[in-house]
T-cell receptor
Framework: DAGITQSPRYKITETGRQVTLMCHQTWSHSYMFWYRQDLGHGLRLIYYSAAADITDKGEVPDGYVVSRSKTENFPLTLESATRSQTSVYFC????????????FGPGTRLTVL | GQQLNQSPQSMFIQEGEDVSMNCTSSSIFNTWLWYKQDPGEGPVLLIALYKAGELTSNGRLTAQFGITRKDSFLNISASIPSDVGIYFCAGQVQGETSGSRLTFGEGTQLTVNP
């Protein structure tokens, strides 16, 4: 089924470990985004990408790394996880046309112990 | 960064009642979007607004792009239990050309009592 998928849906890790969250879309949309959702903060942009091999920082990029070697994939890596990175992470994508509509994946709930 | 003030933060209503929520900002927006998030899921787009003054409906939902371009509201008529969830406003700031970035409100948690 076409759309945007995220894996894993749930992840528990320990402080200091490296974690990679995967995002895959079947539409070949140009733009992809990573957000984190925390109580009281709504959705905050971590990183985004306008196309393969083009990425840029969002509002809260510290502690995260992204790459986009293929249009359909946009993995997010926590290089050394901290407790403050416990959150729900959402990937989104958007076509190059249109007026801003972003389409979201189902989310990954990450717990850092 | 840019801020959207979304209110109310939460609402508890009876089935059948109408609901209204809004977002305001000190910045001018050229696009307003309304999303709904069900528990354990990602936000789903409900309505997109592109022009100041625009009034758009989607079933029982109606949203308007404020004439000043600094606000938007969402109304839900005759609420039903499946309307439960978190509603987010989001906007694209005028002049935002890098990456089609959106600014999100903090959400309105809606509870509908049968």
């Amino acid at each position: 089924d076409a759309g945007i998928t995220q894996s894993p849906r749930y992840k528990i890790t320990e402080t200091g470990r490296q974690v990679t969250l995967m995002c895959h879309q079947t539409w070949s949309h140009s733009y992809m985004f990573w957000y984190r959702q925390d109580l009281g903060h709504g959705l905050r942009l971590i990183y985004y990408s306008a196309a393969a091999d083009i990425t840029d920082k969002g509002e809260v990029p510290d502690g995260y790394v992204v790459s986009r070697s293929k249009t359909e994939n946009f993995p997010l890596t926590l290089e050394s996880a901290t407790r403050s990175q416990t959150s729900v992470y959402f990937c989104a994508c958007k076509g190059s046309g249109g007026w801003g509509e972003q389409f979201f994946g189902p989310g990954t709930r990450l717990t850092v112990l | 960064g840019q801020q959207l003030n979304q209110s109310p933060q939460s609402m508890f209503i009876q089935e059948g009642e109408d609901v209204s929520m809004n977002c305001t900002s000190s910045s001018i927006f050229n696009t307003w979007l309304w999303y709904k998030q069900d528990p354990g899921e990602g936000p789903v787009l409900l309505i997109a607004l592109y022009k100041a003054g625009e009034l758009t409906s989607n079933g029982r939902l109606t949203a308007q792009f404020g004439i000043t371009r600094k606000d938007s509201f969402l109304n839900i008529s005759a609420s039903i239990p499946s309307d439960v969830g978190i509603y987010f406003c989001a906007g694209q700031v005028q002049g935002e050309t890098s990456g089609s970035r959106l600014t999100f409100g903090e959400g309105t948690q809606l509870t509908v009592n049968p």
